[in-house]
Structures are given as structure tokens and as C-alpha cells.
């Protein structure tokens, strides 16, 4: 896969990530509020971040996933993290993000998912682009549907998160739509 670039938005700069973020990433991925929503681990213990950057490089490296650190054109403020796991045999990613609790209900998700979506499809050729949200997470539902994914269902208590089964909601775009659309 080509050197991980950087994605420009209005207000957003998506770029590589650098162990210098750990950490922003262990501050910001430690909020349970932002855990509950998402995959990441809680507690997000110390040595955490720094594994997960090295293991995003090896990633990037393989062909099989691109990460993003959010941050705001402003100023280089760290917010957040944006990416795809791609399975190359068969041209489709799983996109997933998470911003840190300041930086909630402001647009900064729905900006940095179409910069990425763009990039999947238009730089990396992906035929298909999905995302699942946990069904409690209706903000990373609404940002989905504001980039124009669709809805494709639910899968029914199918992650067990802090102690109970939750359902996982899942959106999905293809590539002549994301054409379609720009």
C-alpha cells in the first residue's frame, strides 16, 4: 500500500499517527464514555497506546488496514482516530472512529468519515466501505447516515460490552454509490 498520507478537510488535518500521540490516545480512548461506544478496551491501560500505534504501522505495512489521527487544522489539536480494515481479496474495509468527549456533537466525526470515505474509494479503489455502530451509539448512527450510508440491519446481541450483550448496527456504501453522490 502506497506511504500513509494525509487527508485535508475545512477544519481537520487526518494524518499518520506518531508514537508522540500515545498520550492523546490513552487520555482521550480512557474516557469510559467514549470506550462504552465504541471498541476500544476500558480501562485503557498505560502501554496500550503505544502498542496500537506500532501494530496500526505494521498494518498500514501489510496492505491490510489505514489509520488516521484526527486534529484540528487550528491549531494540531489531537481529537480523535479514523481508519479502515481492508481485505484486499475482496476490495471492502470496515471503517471505525472515536473522538475524544470535548470534541462530541460539533461535526468533526461527520468531516473526518467523508475525507476517508473519499480516499477508500476514490485512492484505494475499495468496492465496498462498512461501518457497525453498538445499537446504543445513535451519534455514530446519525453520522453515517449524514455521509449517505445505508442502513443494512442488526445483529442481535452480537458483542458482550461491560458485561452484557449489545447489538451491533451496520451501514454500508459501495462504491458507485459514493460516485453517485459526488
Given at each position: 500500500?502506497?506511504?500513509?498520507?494525509?487527508?485535508?478537510?475545512?477544519?481537520?488535518?487526518?494524518?499518520?499517527?506518531?508514537?508522540?500521540?500515545?498520550?492523546?490516545?490513552?487520555?482521550?480512548?480512557?474516557?469510559?464514555?467514549?470506550?462504552?461506544?465504541t471498541?476500544?478496551?476500558?480501562?485503557?491501560?498505560?502501554?496500550?497506546?503505544?502498542?496500537?500505534?506500532?501494530?496500526?504501522e505494521?498494518?498500514?505495512?501489510?496492505?491490510?488496514?489505514?489509520?488516521?489521527?484526527?486534529?484540528?487544522?487550528?491549531?494540531?489539536?489531537f481529537?480523535?482516530?479514523?481508519?479502515?480494515?481492508?481485505?484486499?481479496?475482496?476490495?471492502?474495509?470496515?471503517?471505525?472512529?472515536?473522538?475524544?468527549?470535548?470534541?462530541?456533537?460539533?461535526?468533526?466525526?461527520?468531516?473526518?468519515?467523508?475525507?476517508?470515505?473519499?480516499?477508500?474509494?476514490?485512492?484505494?479503489?475499495?468496492?465496498?466501505?462498512?461501518?457497525?455502530?453498538?445499537?446504543?451509539?445513535?451519534?455514530?448512527?446519525?453520522?453515517?447516515?449524514?455521509?449517505?450510508?445505508?442502513?443494512?440491519?442488526?445483529?442481535?446481541?452480537?458483542?458482550?460490552?461491560?458485561?452484557?450483550?449489545?447489538?451491533?448496527?451496520?451501514?454500508?456504501?459501495?462504491?458507485?454509490?459514493?460516485?453517485?453522490?459526488?
Amino acid at each position: 500500500m502506497p506511504n500513509n498520507p494525509s487527508l485535508k478537510t475545512t477544519r481537520l488535518l487526518l494524518r499518520p499517527f506518531q508514537l508522540s500521540d500515545a498520550p492523546n490516545v490513552q487520555r482521550l480512548a480512557g474516557a469510559k464514555e467514549v470506550a462504552a461506544g465504541t471498541f476500544l478496551p476500558h480501562p485503557y491501560e498505560v502501554g496500550m497506546a503505544e502498542q496500537w500505534i506500532a501494530d496500526q504501522e505494521r498494518a498500514h505495512e501489510g496492505g491490510t488496514a489505514v489509520s488516521f489521527a484526527i486534529t484540528l487544522t487550528d491549531d494540531a489539536t489531537f481529537i480523535g482516530s479514523i481508519g479502515l480494515d481492508i481485505v484486499q481479496s475482496h476490495r471492502h474495509a470496515r471503517l471505525s472512529y472515536w473522538l475524544g468527549l470535548p470534541y462530541w456533537n460539533q461535526g468533526y466525526a461527520t468531516e473526518a468519515v467523508r475525507a476517508v470515505l473519499r480516499y477508500g474509494f476514490l485512492q484505494l479503489n475499495l468496492h465496498r466501505i462498512y461501518s457497525p455502530h453498538f445499537q446504543g451509539n445513535a451519534a455514530s448512527g446519525r453520522v453515517l447516515q449524514k455521509v449517505g450510508m445505508t442502513y443494512e440491519g442488526r445483529m442481535r446481541e452480537h458483542y458482550v460490552r461491560f458485561g452484557r450483550f449489545v447489538d451491533l448496527e451496520l451501514y454500508g456504501m459501495l462504491q458507485r454509490e459514493f460516485t453517485d453522490r459526488t
